[in-house]
């Protein structure tokens, strides 16, 4: 019995290095093509066209106070020569709808509200008097899937930009998220971008003036995991067949696609991957083959917790959201039909995303019982666990590697000397708690959780005055 649990333990541990192997590689060749393509011109042909298509930036919110007024100051801020902001306040029972009132000087507005997907009728919508692009719905609280369908019921621009209502967009977001779609109008229907930390970075008003490394060794650590999730997860995905995850932060969705597919479904915690296996499932079934694709490029940042609580709650929200989609969705695991999407990409989500901490906290219960009873074999585990440690340490250096190489965020040498300590430390300690995490969200999962729970915030560091000089 013993040999054969060591055996499965191995066998699991170097499945695990090929497949990610695969990934990498992969991920490296899509970078060096999306480079090939970015081109200042064709950023001033899209800024100067009249074919530029609108778009719409639905930013749910609920509860942000502390960070609205500067969020909807970026999105007002974005580099796009068509878009309208629609902030769907989403029932707060804070000081949201009055920051938003007395810092844009809200009016209230009549403004047509279609019923295209099922959602929450507004209790009021109010219109910016200094910036006419500001739209501001009031509605009772519903989710944050409810609000999106509100923001996607009101705008009418055929592309929709989805954010979270605590982001600060990069200036150039959308010139970047709108590239896929005009490179291939008939292929695309919704691009993702990277998201990094706003943690330690100096922010005035709506924009990013200098990076910074957070004080807290916590959201130090979420920066590594970050890099590796959108450097090599995300792209190296473009070419094995599509990604399944956009963040909710920031995605770019041709709403029509949207709409047919019957927009966000509040019946989950994960409201973002959900509605893109659907997107994915649909376009298969109806023998179409548009794509939907990650750019590696910033196109948000997002404060990330800085402490355990916030941090646990929200890694058990993500799992949970993940195996509820693959759950709802179980029918597309391993079927050709569905293309790479059903026999790689899902699988792999299920193999090394949805199982690997099960696995992983089995292997740490299967090595404390047999220090308890006496019969673990030292060397084996010892060196198993060695292994697992240098695999994930080459991941995080991999990733640190290819962002100084193609994108330069935290490129000084003191930030890249911090977080290469960072690297070193991850997989002692920090990682088996978010493992830990994991596994409650599953559990949870099954006792019928469906909540979201409270995500404290911190807010952004405003930078000096003379600092935007």
Not at 6 to 32: G, K, M, N, Q, W
Not at 367 to 392: Q, Y
Request: proline share 4%; with cysteine; aromatic share 12%.
């Amino acid at each position: 019995m013993t040999t054969f649990v060591d055996l499965f333990f191995l066998a699991y541990c170097v499945t695990v290095v090929l497949a990610t192997s695969v990934l990498i590689f992969s991920a490296v060749r899509e970078i060096r093509h999306r480079g090939s393509l970015s081109l200042v011109e064709f950023d001033d042909s899209i800024r100067s066209g009249e074919s530029t298509p609108p778009v719409g930036v639905i930013a749910p919110a609920y509860n942000e106070e502390i960070h609205i007024v500067d969020s909807v100051r970026g999105f007002l801020a974005l580099d796009y020569p068509d878009y309208e902001v629609i902030v769907v306040n989403d029932g707060s029972t804070d000081a949201t709808l009055e920051r938003l009132k007395e810092a844009f000087d809200l009016e209230p507005a009549s403004r047509f509200v279609s019923h295209q997907v099922a959602a929450t009728r507004p209790r009021q919508v109010y219109r910016s008097r200094t910036d006419r692009r500001l739209w501001v719905i009031d509605k009772e609280n519903g989710g944050k899937a409810d609000a999106l369908n509100v923001g996607l019921n009101a705008t009418r621009a055929p592309m929709v930009c989805c954010v979270d209502a605590d982001t600060i967009l990069a200036p150039d977001a959308l010139l970047r998220m709108i590239d896929p779609f005009l490179y291939d109008p008939e292929g695309v229907i919704v691009v993702g971008g990277t998201v990094s930390l706003v943690n330690g970075c100096k922010t005035r008003g709506n924009q990013i003036v200098e990076m910074g490394m957070p004080d807290s060794w916590l959201a130090r650590f979420q920066i590594v995991e970050y890099l590796c999730a959108f450097l090599f997860g995300r792209m190296g995905f473009n070419r094995l067949g599509g990604n399944v995850i956009i963040s909710g932060a920031a995605g770019l969705f041709l709403r029509s696609a949207v709409v047919e597919a019957g927009a966000f479904n509040s019946d989950t915690v994960g409201e973002d991957i959900e509605l893109i296996v659907r997107l994915h499932r649909r376009e298969y079934e109806r023998g179409r083959n548009r794509r939907i694709v990650h750019i590696g490029e910033t196109v948000a940042y997002t404060e990330v917790p800085e402490d355990m609580g916030t941090l646990a709650r929200q890694r058990d929200r993500w799992h949970r959201g993940l195996f509820d989609t693959l759950w709802r969705h179980r029918k597309m695991l391993f079927n050709p039909r569905y293309g790479l999407i059903g026999t790689v990409v899902m699988p792999w989500f299920l193999i090394f995303k949805f199982l690997a901490p099960i696995i992983e906290f089995g292997g740490y219960i299967w090595i404390c019982w047999g220090i308890l009873f006496g019969f673990i074999a030292w060397p084996f585990a010892v060196t198993l666990l060695i292994a697992v440690f240098l695999w994930g340490l080459v991941l995080s250096l991999q990733s640190l590697w290819v962002n100084h190489e193609s994108f330069g965020l935290y490129d000084d040498n003191k930030s890249r000397a911090k977080l290469f300590v960072v690297a070193l430390l991850l997989n002692l300690g920090y990682r088996q708690f978010t493992v830990i995490c994991s596994v409650v969200g599953v559990i949870r999962h099954l006792w019928g959780t469906r909540s979201w729970g409270a995500m404290q915030r911190r807010g952004f560091d405003s930078a000096p005055q003379e600092a935007a000089a």
